[in-house]
């Protein structure tokens, strides 16, 4: 089975610094990693995709993730936060060799960029 | 302008009615998708269809029903015997079911029982 934890509910950081929002995979094969935001009461927006390759993912608005192997773990980064930041934000892992190929999405991290 | 349509935005049902939530995408995908989100718990997968006249119940299909009679079409019924419906709808798509392909959203419907 795969699954993906994304273990903190909220992040707060101030605008201008950088951020990092956390999630972890588990999959039995090779994964497919992904990130998106959701606006309020709006879908979700994709932002990046981890298929293989360099590890370091670069996506929309200059989000950035980190595949980690050994340590299961696909973070999102960006250097410097902007207001307009402020979202949820979820990631979603695929199983190359799994038998379910739908996406499996983790419970979602709200973003806050204080001025 | 290609993208997901879902319509309504808002949906108000009584208690015992079925309602449909339309789902209608111009990408030529294959595979389309219904999530249920709730607050704290991120998006669980209702169905999915890989292609027309096909698809599969996904992790909390009790309740609802959908159908896949034409590509761009897959909407989902909402039906009495689903308990707790109150909750906002996604429908997205993607090029196939499966691989490295990202799935695209629509802006998805409010349900709420009244």
């Known amino acids: 089975a795969q699954s993906v934890a994304q273990p903190e509910d909220q992040v707060n950081v101030a605008e201008g610094n950088p951020l990092t929002v956390k999630c972890t995979y588990s999959?039995?094969?090779?994964?497919?990693l992904f990130w998106y935001v959701q606006y309020p009461n709006r879908g979700l927006q994709f932002l990046l995709k981890?298929?293989?390759?360099?590890?370091l993912v670069k996506g929309s608005y200059g989000f950035e993730a980190e595949f980690n192997k050994s340590q299961t773990s696909f973070h999102l980064k960006k250097p410097s936060a902007l207001v307009s930041d402020s979202a949820l934000y979820f990631c979603?892992?695929?199983?190359?060799?799994?038998?379910?190929?739908?996406?499996?999405f983790g419970s979602g991290t709200q973003l806050t960029v204080l001025p | 302008d290609g993208g997901i349509t879902q319509s309504p935005k808002y949906l108000f049902r009584k208690e015992g009615q079925n309602v449909t939530l339309s789902c209608e995408q111009n990408?030529?995908?294959?595979?389309m998708y219904w999530y249920r989100q709730d607050p704290g718990q991120g998006l669980r997968l209702i169905y999915y269809?890989?292609?027309?006249?096909?698809?599969q119940k996904g992790d909390i299909a009790e309740g609802y029903s959908v159908s896949r009679e034409k590509k761009e079409s897959f909407p989902l019924t909402v039906t009495s015997a689903q308990k707790n419906p109150t909750a906002f709808y996604l429908c997205?798509?993607?090029?196939?079911?499966?691989?490295?392909?990202?799935?695209?959203f629509g802006q998805g419907t409010r349900l709420t029982v009244v």
């Open positions: 990408l030529n995908h294959d595979a």
């Open positions: 981890y298929i293989t390759g360099d590890n």
């Open positions: 979603a892992v695929r199983d190359l060799s799994g038998s379910a190929r739908q996406l499996t």
């Open positions: 997205a798509s993607s090029i196939s079911l499966g691989g490295n392909t990202e799935a695209f």
């Open positions: 999959v039995s094969g090779n994964p497919y």
């Open positions: 269809s890989q292609i027309v006249n096909d698809f």
